[in-house]
Each structure stands twice: as C-alpha cells, then as structure tokens.
C-alpha cells in the first residue's frame, strides 16, 4: 500500500508538470511571438491581440508551478535537495524570467514613450525565451543522470550545460512556441475588430504555428538522439518501455495539429487539440524515466517521503484540484466562447 501511494504521489506530480507544460506553455509561446514581432508594420496589432488574448489567463497558469514545486519539496525530499544542488542556476534563471516577465508585461501598459515601451516589449520577450528554457533544462539534466542522491556528480557548470539540458530547453522553446501560435489563431479568427487587433492575423500565426510544429518534430528527433548518448536507460524507457505509446501520440498530434492550422477552416480543433502534443511529449518522458526519479540513482519509492507525510500529501492534492481546477475552467471556457465580452 505504502509504495502504491508514493506511485500516486508521483503520478500527481507528473501530472503537474504536464499540466504546466501544457497551460503555461500557452503564455510563454505568446510572449515568445510577442518578442518574434519585432517591428513587423503589424506589430502593434499582434501585441495587442496577445494582451487580449492573455489577458483571462494571464499568471494563472503559475498554479500548476506552485502545485508542482510543493509536491517535490514534501513528497520526495531527497530528490528536491539533490536537483537544486545539482542545477540552481536553472532554477535562479527561471525565477528571474518569471519576475521580469510579469514585471514588464505590466510596465509596458504604463509606459509613456515608445522607447520605454519598446525595452519593456523585449524584456517581456526575452524572460519569456529565459524561464521555459530553464525549467525545461532542469528536466533534460535530470534525464542525462547528471544529478546525483544528494551529491552532485558532475560540477554544478556541467550539469547546467549539459547536451540534454540544451536539447531540452531548445525543444520547449519550439513547443510553447507551437502551443502560443495555435491558441492565438483562435483569437485572432474570433476577433477581427481593429480595436482588438485580430485583423488579418489568423494566417500570420497560422504559417508560425505550422513551422513551430516542423521544428518541433525535428528537435524532439534530435532531444530523444542525445538522450540515447547521455542516458541509455531512458532511452530504452522511452523507446521500447512505457513511453513509446506517448512519444508516437505526440508526433501523430504534432502532425494533426500542424494539419489542422494548414486547413484555414479547422483552426478552431487546433486550439483545441493543442495541449495534445506538448503533454505527450511530457509523459513520454516521465513514463520512459519511471521507476526512476533520478534515473539509475534514485527510485521512486527510495525518494519517497514518510508513509504518513505521502497519504496525506496526496489527501490535500486531490481537495486541493477540486477546488482549484473550476476556477480557470469557469474563466477560459467563457472567455473562449466569447462570453466575458463587453456589448
């Protein structure tokens, strides 16, 4: 019963993650396309159909991260305090892109000269390049079996710079970038009014949203090739263990998807289908990792908390989501049927 508990702690866990990959993944592609904008002679309406766009779900997504972060620390102690030795930097650098985004997505609104407003567009861009790279790149150093029990066993520079970190941080990028393109399609088809700024942007990030998919596919090719180096025994969970059914569930959703945005009339299902690949790809990974936390080092069950602590650990998640989980759902699912519009 015990190790059955600390399996659904961890399966909590992983869900977590997926759920912020997914959510969060949507905001950080906006901000990414935001960025992307440049001085585009559209720029300005692009911006501000982002700003509508985020506008319902804006920093909420951060509850998943909350959920995740408090799973680790009182669920599994140990591996919580062998990452962070192992990789604080990421993490220092993540936290940074979560302030400085926040921060100047709301300076920019208040800016008084276009100068002002321009440096706090690219700080907004560019932490929200910063945090998914990060976070992402904890994951691919977990998955190298750089990061020791407790002892790090490889110098902290290393295992930030690992080819799994960067394989990792570079396919989140094109995955939040691909999940923010096919959420604001949606946007951009429903709202065509000059005031919002969706006027003749449906095809502007339709065409991104097609190439973010083409490169998703290839650095994820590229991510799992480096993995098979780094981490053989990943690569074999991922490739003929638990993961092989979520890795060819997301490229086949990559790929629906990527139709879906190609067919101008079926942008409404890539909205809607566009979690499907980011949290695939996710579980692949977790499913192709299990038992492991730290693969070859630290099991699930030698990770895992007091009995005591687990139970009730995973007591206070399921009361927790069901408190939690209706309040977005009540604010996204109005605001996507254009419900939360002033007449």
Same mark, same amino acid.
């Given at each position: 019963?015990?190790?059955?508990?600390?399996?659904?702690?961890?399966?909590?866990?992983?869900?977590?993650?997926?759920?912020?990959?997914?959510?969060?993944?949507?905001?950080?592609g906006?901000?990414?396309?935001?960025? &992307?904008?440049?001085?585009?002679?559209?720029?300005d309406?692009?911006r501000?159909?982002?700003?509508?766009?985020?506008?319902?779900?804006?920093?909420?997504?951060?509850?998943?991260?909350?959920f995740?972060?408090?799973?680790?620390?009182s669920?599994?102690?140990?591996?919580?305090?062998?990452?962070?030795?192992?990789?604080?930097?990421?993490?220092?650098?993540a936290?940074?892109?979560?302030?400085?985004?926040?921060?100047?997505?709301?300076?920019?609104?208040?800016?008084?000269t276009?100068?002002?407003?321009?440096?706090?567009?690219?700080?907004?861009?560019? @932490?929200?390049?910063?945090?998914?790279f990060?976070?992402?790149?904890?994951?691919?150093?977990v998955?190298?079996?750089?990061?020791g029990?407790?002892?790090?066993?490889?110098?902290?520079?290393?295992?930030?710079?690992?080819?799994a970190?960067?394989a990792?941080?570079?396919?989140?990028?094109?995955?939040?970038?691909? @999940?923010?393109? @096919?959420?604001?399609?949606?946007?951009?088809?429903?709202f065509?009014?000059?005031?919002?700024g969706?006027?003749?942007?449906?095809?502007y990030?339709?065409?991104?949203?097609?190439?973010?998919?083409?490169?998703?596919?290839?650095?994820?090719?590229?991510?799992?090739?480096?993995i098979?180096?780094?981490?053989p025994?990943?690569?074999?969970?991922?490739?003929a263990?638990?993961?092989?059914p979520?890795?060819?569930?997301?490229?086949?959703?990559?790929?629906?998807?990527?139709? &879906?945005?190609?067919?101008?009339? @079926?942008?409404?299902?890539?909205g809607?289908?566009?979690?499907?690949?980011?949290g695939?790809?996710?579980?692949?990974?977790?499913?192709?990792?299990?038992p492991?936390?730290?693969?070859?080092?630290?099991?699930?069950e030698q990770?895992?908390g007091?009995?005591?602590?687990?139970?009730?650990?995973?007591?206070?998640?399921?009361?927790g989501?069901?408190?939690?989980?209706?309040?977005?759902?009540?604010?996204?699912?109005?605001?996507?049927r254009?419900?939360l519009?002033?007449?």
């Amino acid at each position: 019963m015990t190790a059955l508990v600390d399996y659904a702690v961890a399966l909590a866990l992983l869900l977590m993650v997926t759920a912020y990959s997914t959510a969060g993944g949507t905001d950080y592609g906006a901000g990414i396309w935001d960025l &992307l904008a440049g001085r585009f002679r559209h720029a300005d309406k692009v911006r501000a159909l982002i700003d509508h766009a985020m506008a319902p779900v804006w920093e909420a997504n951060n509850v998943w991260l909350v959920f995740a972060a408090v799973l680790t620390w009182s669920g599994f102690p140990l591996l919580f305090e062998s990452v962070f030795r192992s990789v604080y930097p990421l993490f220092a650098m993540a936290l940074v892109g979560l302030i400085l985004r926040g921060a100047f997505f709301a300076f920019r609104k208040a800016a008084t000269t276009s100068a002002t407003q321009l440096a706090a567009t690219r700080v907004f861009g560019i @932490s929200s390049l910063l945090a998914p790279f990060s976070f992402a790149a904890v994951l691919g150093t977990v998955a190298s079996g750089k990061v020791g029990a407790v002892s790090p066993v490889v110098p902290v520079w290393r295992a930030c710079l690992d080819p799994a970190a960067i394989a990792f941080g570079v396919v989140a990028l094109a995955a939040t970038a691909f @999940s923010g393109a @096919s959420f604001l399609v949606g946007d951009a088809r429903r709202f065509r009014d000059p005031d919002v700024g969706g006027v003749d942007l449906a095809d502007y990030f339709r065409r991104r949203g097609i190439i973010a998919a083409l490169a998703l596919l290839v650095l994820a090719a590229a991510a799992l090739a480096v993995i098979g180096v780094d981490s053989p025994l990943v690569f074999r969970g991922m490739t003929a263990g638990f993961g092989p059914p979520f890795a060819i569930l997301a490229v086949v959703a990559t790929v629906v998807v990527a139709v &879906l945005l190609w067919r101008p009339g @079926s942008t409404s299902g890539a909205g809607r289908s566009r979690s499907w690949p980011v949290g695939s790809f996710v579980f692949a990974w977790g499913r192709g990792q299990a038992p492991y936390m730290l693969p070859g080092r630290l099991t699930i069950e030698q990770a895992a908390g007091a009995p005591a602590i687990q139970a009730l650990l995973l007591g206070i998640t399921v009361v927790g989501l069901a408190l939690v989980v209706p309040s977005p759902l009540l604010l996204y699912v109005p605001d996507q049927r254009s419900e939360l519009q002033s007449p």
